[in-house]
Structures are given as C-alpha cells and as structure tokens.
C-alpha cells in the first residue's frame, strides 16, 4: 500500500481534512466495534431475505417459470465477481465512503461523484419501501393476532399509513443514530428470528411434498438449473435484473470498514460470507416454495398473479398451518431490520462525502457520544420520509415504479465501484494468477454484466408496459423514473461544483493509481 493509500489522521482535528492532504483520513467513527459475525449479520439483515423472497419469488417465476434458481445463481455471479473487487479495493483503501471514494481515486471527482450518488439515492429510496411493507404487515400481524381481518386494512387509510411509517422511520434512525453497538444488538435477535422461520418454512414445504399433501407436488429437475433453458433474451435479462436486486445490500459490510476490527480484511470477507449464505438461504426456500406450490397460474400456484405481491402471505397457512403467524412476524421483522440497517450505507456515504468536502462539511460531523455519522443519518431519514410522503400521496404506481427502476441504480454505482477496481490495480494486473483473477478480471467481468444490466434495464423500461404499465408521453414511467433520479445526481453534482469546487478540482481527494512495488 502505498503512503498515499494509507489511512490517516486528519489534518484539521476531528472532522476536518486539510485541503494539502491528498489521501484517505480517519472521521472519527468508533473503530473495532464490529467483527466479523457482526458484519455479516449487519449484511444478511440488509439484504432482508424473508421480505425480499416474498417479494421476489412471484415476480420472477412469472418471468422464468421453474428456471427461478438457474436465474438465482446467474444473479449470484456477478454479485460475488463484484464482491471481490469490492474486497481489494478495501484492501487498500478501507474508507467508508466505499463507492464514492474508491471511485474518485480511481476515474476523478466527477465519476466518483455520481458512484455516490447512485448509492445514496438507492439506499434512501428502498429505506421508504422497506418502511412501508413494515407498516403492511405491522396491520396484517395485528389482523391474525385479533382475529380480525378488518386491522389489515387498516394500512390502506393514507394518513394513518403515512403517520405509522414515519414512526418506522423513525425508530429506525434512532437506533442507527446510537452507532453500531445497538445496531448490532438489534440485528442479532431479528435476523436469527427469520432465518429460523426461512428454515421452518422450507423443512414444512418439503415434508408436504413427502406426505403428498403439497398443493402442486413438483419434482425437482437438474433442468430447473440450467440458465439457458429459459425461453427468451428478454425474460432472461428480467429475471436477473430482479435476481441482482434480491442480493443487493451486501456491500453495507465495507461501509463499516472504518468501524471494524482489522478493517483492511473484514469487510471484505464478511461480503463474501455474506453473498454466499444468502445465495445458499435463496436456493432452499424457492426449491422448497417450487416444490410445494409449482408454477401453476391458479391458486397456491408460484405463477399465478395474485400471489405474487407477497408469496408468502398466501403459502404460509397452507404450509405452515397454524404458525403461520411466525412468517407475518419474520417479515415484519425482515423488513424492520433491513430498514435499520440499511441506514449505515447511506450516512455513512454523505458523511465521507461530507468530509471530503463534496457535499456541505456539516454531513461531515460525528455524534460526539455515539461516534456514529449523526448528522449524515438524519439527513437520510428525513430524505427517506419525504420521498415516501411525496410518491405515496401522488400515485402509489410512482412508489412501486421507483423501486423496480433501483435494478437500474444498483447496476449503476456497482458497475463503476468494480471497474474503478480494475483501473486502480491496472499496473497490478499482471503481477501473478491471484492479482489477475481478483483485481483484474472478476471485477471486469462483474462490472460489464452489470452495465450491460442497465443498458438494457433502462431500453426494456421506456416501453410503457414497463413496471405498472404508468407512463408519461409515451415513455415508461419506470425509465423516468430511474433515469431521472440519475440526471438529479448530475444536476445537484454541477451546484455543488460551483459552492464546493476544491473537491472538483482534486485538492481533496486525488485520483490515484496502485502502484507495484516488487
């Protein structure tokens, strides 16, 4: 690692950077706060597999049919070709600004820029949708504990839904504001909580396929894993755009890096431990849901469209019986604990950015009890809540849009984060088989799927029919939607340019390369 590399004090005292300092500086975070169980935990519980899955499981077997877990594991790829890179950038730089500063050292301020911005405006609009199906099915646990259906209704009435998410919202900061001792201490109860209801759930779905009382008893083939099985390009790709979203969430370990014991290793290994006990949680649960309930259109059918706002909700009973109030309470779990942690990418990106002097320096400041990035995290709650107010009163078709256009933004800072791998270490490259593979070409390979990804994520979606089928002019909403969140990062990009030019002009943070020394 070079000098440059290195990690330091800042030059100024807490919170502040010396503009003749062109490397990375500490930000007064709580360092050795986390390990490695912890992150992967903080990783698992961000990704939130028991609301993702039964977000996800419909959507895409509409799209691929039994070919959901070949689709799973293409999805999976480039996660972990990512991931990787991801690894060795934090090798070398361990920042918390993750994307946006590694981004910066690799192309310059501008691309860095945006890398952050495709990061921060992801993470603040699933914190809305993440509050919102907490609220769904905070009203559907009340429902079954009562016995009274007429509660789950209850999240249909505007302002109370509105009013009862803000208070998740709320909540949720709260605890991410008290730093990552409670944030750990939170996320261990509700994450072990759902995975053992995933793991209840799949061992109950495969003893009905034994005792023949499944709904739609399904064989399982080694077809159902072969990706090129799968009847056409489009439905391809739309499988693995909504594939890629259920593994997003991962990199929320290196955010932490700053704040883990020996963070020049374990954020990167709590990633990959991470992706690969997601992947392996993902595989059981759709085989066993596959299994149990087929790909039918009708009835408890993967494929029939009722059922695909939440699979789950329909499957539990059948499946679970008379617990299947433990499924409602692990999504409502998931999704309260993904909402919690899900805001450590976010502040933890405006408080580097902050620092480094490419937002305003008051993102910059450190909770003096907490040493958590308080300013940053209410920053981003409140940013959350407004954007919730706003699309839920407009149009609920602009809530949902906005979040299936995130497959957009995610491949988006993804991509540059693993490119900005390979051109850091470009003199690398060739310096032996583990440098090739791991910074050169796993990260390319990773980052062009990806970009590929959006490409054609943002073409498919200008079709009207896109999404909710909502569109302005002819145009898909969903690729207005996307496309213009990203046009926003530029335009607010530019402004900050013309009240903030120091970082612009690289007397911040400069563009670097990692140089070998044999």
Known sequence: ?????????????????????????????KAGSVGLIGAVVIGISCIAPAYTLTAALGPTVSEVG???PAIFLVGFIPMLLVALGYRELNN??????????????AFGPWL???????????????LSNLAAVAVDFFYLMLAQIFANPSLAELTRVLPLNIATTLVFIAGACWISYRGMETTKAFQYILVAFQLLVLGWFAVAAFAHVANGTAFDATEISADWFNPFAVGSFSAFAA???????????????????EETRNPEKT????????????VLIYMVVSLATLSFAGIGTTGLGAGNPANQGSIFAVLAGPVMGPFAILMSLAILSSSAASLQSTFVSPARTLLAMGHYRALPK???????????????????AIAAAGFYVVTRTLSENALWDTITALGMMICFYYGITALACVWYFRAEAIRGVRNFLCK???????????????????YDSMDPSYGSGSNIGGLGLVFILGCGVIALGAVLMFFMYRRHPEFFKGRVLSRSSKVYNP
């Open 362 to 380: 008051g993102f910059g400041r450190i909770s003096p009890t907490h040493k958590s990035p308080g300013y940053a995290t209410v920053a981003a």
């Open 239 to 257: 499988g693995v755009s909504l594939s890629i979203f259920i593994f997003w969430g991962w990199d929320v370990t290196l955010t932490m890096n």
């Open 267 to 278: 954020p990167g290994r709590a990633a990959t431990v991470t992706v690969v006990v997601i």
């Open 112 to 126: 860095g820029w945006m890398g952050g911005w495709g990061l921060i405006a992801a993470t603040i609009i699933v």
């Open 440 to 458: 050169f070409l796993a990260p390319l390979v990773g980052g062009v799927i990806l970009l590929v990804m959006f490409v054609k994520t943002a």
């Open 66 to 68: 039994v070919h959901l």
């Open 92 to 105: 070398a730089m361990p920042d918390a600004g993750t994307s946006f500063t590694w981004a910066t050292r």
């Open 1 to 29: 690692m070079t000098t440059q590399d290195a990690v330091t004090k800042p030059a100024g005292g807490p919170g502040e950077l010396g503009l003749s300092e062109k490397g990375l500086s500490e930000k007064g975070l």
